[in-house]
């Protein structure tokens, strides 16, 4: 019953900054660690930031560190993940998950995903 839903990709330009949001309904929807994982054309689909359901505590990627800060909403349903100083290796396809797992970076935890939406960053 749980479902997510990723907002707020487009299209900027390098240097430029963007944030998405990821809303969870359903049960129990705003105890979840919620995680950001993106698929870069030919790429594998790699971890980006999650936050965990209490606490709360943030982990990132390596590349994405310094850059990118995931946050939730005092509705605790609701996370979000500021992108700053996007550079074209940011361009992805963007998706939010939802469970209840320690291993924030490990895509195969998670239990709920979103559609996604896509980032495009170009000159």
């Known amino acids: 019953q749980v479902q997510l839903a990723e907002s707020g990709g487009g299209l900027v330009q390098p240097g430029d900054s963007l944030r998405l949001t990821c809303t969870a309904s359903g049960p129990r929807s705003g105890s979840f660690t919620m995680g950001w994982f993106r698929r870069a054309p030919g790429q594998e689909r790699e971890f980006v930031a999650a936050?965990?359901?209490?606490?709360?505590?943030?982990e990132y990627g390596r590349s994405m560190r310094g850059r990118f800060t995931v946050s939730r909403a005092s509705a605790r349903n609701i996370v979000f993940l500021q992108m700053n100083n996007l550079q074209p290796d940011d361009t992805a396809v963007y998706y939010c998950?939802?469970?209840?797992?320690?291993?924030?970076?490990?895509?195969?935890?998670?239990?709920?995903w979103g559609p996604g939406t896509q980032v495009t960053v170009s000159s």
């Open positions: 998950a939802a469970g209840t797992t320690m291993y924030m970076n490990v895509q195969n935890e998670y239990d709920y």
């Open positions: 936050i965990s359901g209490s606490g709360p505590s943030t």
